[in-house]
């Protein structure tokens, strides 16, 4: 079930959550939503990277969740964005080497300020997230 809502905790603007079997064309659909949402709340400027960072969320459950089943939220901040990808799948992430692009994290690290995985208790799933933080333009000075 995929639903909008406003303001639900201190320092959260909307927030979108979707739950479903994730697919091939779930990434497509979900990075369309994840823009729309920052563009309507002024934080375009971070559109490019958490989409990146998204679609590493996405592929990761595609590709080693059994069933594909998560949820995905977008919380928009005043100060950015956080998205979470939760499923029932109990094993942590484990980073890969430094050599190996696109895997374990690598692709997230780059593209977020700040991520992590949080495990549900007794194994029964953990939520992968990122934050991504809205940056003010470097002023120039002028002479």
Avoid: K
Wanted: charged residues 20%.
């Amino acid at each position: 079930m995929n639903h909008v809502t406003g303001p639900q905790a201190a320092g959260v603007e909307s927030q979108y959550h979707a739950e479903f079997a994730m697919g091939a064309h779930s990434t497509r659909h979900l990075r369309r939503v994840l823009r729309l949402c920052l563009g309507r709340s002024g934080l375009s400027r971070v559109a490019d990277a958490a989409e990146l960072a998204l679609t590493e969320l996405v592929a990761n459950v595609v590709r080693y969740v059994p069933g594909r089943r998560g949820r995905v939220c977008f919380l928009l901040q005043s100060g950015g964005v956080r998205v979470e990808v939760a499923d029932g799948c109990p094993e942590l992430p484990v980073p890969a080497a430094a050599d190996a692009l696109g895997e374990g994290g690598l692709v997230i690290a780059a593209a977020a300020d700040r991520w992590g995985v949080t495990p549900y208790a007794g194994g029964r799933g953990r939520t992968v997230w990122f934050e991504r933080l809205s940056r003010a333009s470097p002023s120039v000075p002028r002479p």
